[in-house]
């Protein structure tokens, strides 16, 4: 029972170059999340989705789109990337009810935008 | 939009001091819940308060949720260097949450041996 992985742990773009940063969970948790850390600004939320196929805004969206073809894997993806997009990036998952409701973390993918 | 508030942003304590983080939310919260993030790692879930006036202890750390449901407290009794790290509150987003949770900038807890 791995939880949750995010791959790749670190990646480094220059400026208008894509790439897709990849969530599994082997949970069978419905929902989950993608966040942005930033020092001092705590964890915002970028995108979610409640189930596969589905997927919806969070505070902070513009620039990325995601992707839930399947229930176990939330792809984030960044088409055209932006220094300001320089963070460290954390995926969650939740199962739907019962227990805490409490959200479980991936490692973390840390990107640098040049 | 809903804004959930902590202090301090960084704490410096001597190993075996106590500490105390203080959460503040702009509106009422059905729950509230706590994370850990030690350095380099990841949030890890520590606890969830739900009722008005709420304590809930785990070993030397204590958890309160305000009588009016929009602040929180965590304090650590007597820190150990295990206790460093990073530590959020968080409660459930406005409307249909579907288990969003909007976070604190957190607390930076660093205890000097």
């Known amino acids: 029972n791995a939880g949750v992985t995010q791959t790749p742990k670190f990646r480094v773009l220059k400026t208008g170059q894509s790439m897709t940063l990849l969530c599994a969970q082997d949970m069978n948790h419905e929902y989950m999340y993608w966040y942005r850390q930033d020092p001092g600004m705590g964890l915002r939320l970028i995108h979610y989705s409640v189930g596969e196929g589905t997927t919806a805004k969070g505070e902070v969206p513009d620039g990325y789109n995601v992707s839930r073809l399947k229930k176990q894997n939330f792809l984030l993806g960044l088409e055209s990337a932006a220094p300001s997009q320089t963070s460290v990036y954390f995926c969650a998952s939740r199962q739907t009810s019962g227990g805490y409701n409490e959200q479980f973390f991936g490692p973390g993918t840390r990107l640098t935008v040049l | 939009g809903q804004q959930v508030m902590q202090i301090p942003q960084y704490q410096h304590v001597q190993e075996g001091e106590d500490f105390t983080t203080y959460c503040n939310s702009s509106?009422?919260?059905?729950?509230i819940q706590w994370y850990k993030q030690r350095p380099g790692g990841h949030p890890v879930f520590l606890i969830q308060?739900?009722?008005?006036?709420e304590v809930k202890k785990q070993k030397r750390l204590t958890f309160q949720f305000g009588e009016a449901k929009k602040n929180s407290s965590l304090h650590i009794t007597a820190t150990q260097t295990t206790d460093v790290g990073t530590y959020f509150c968080?409660?459930?987003?406005?409307?249909?949450?579907?288990?969003?949770?909007?976070f604190g900038q957190g607390t930076i807890l660093t205890v000097h041996p």
């Open positions: 509106t009422t919260l059905s729950n």
């Open positions: 968080a409660g459930p987003s406005g409307g249909t949450s579907y288990g969003k949770l909007t």
């Open positions: 308060l739900v009722k008005s006036g």
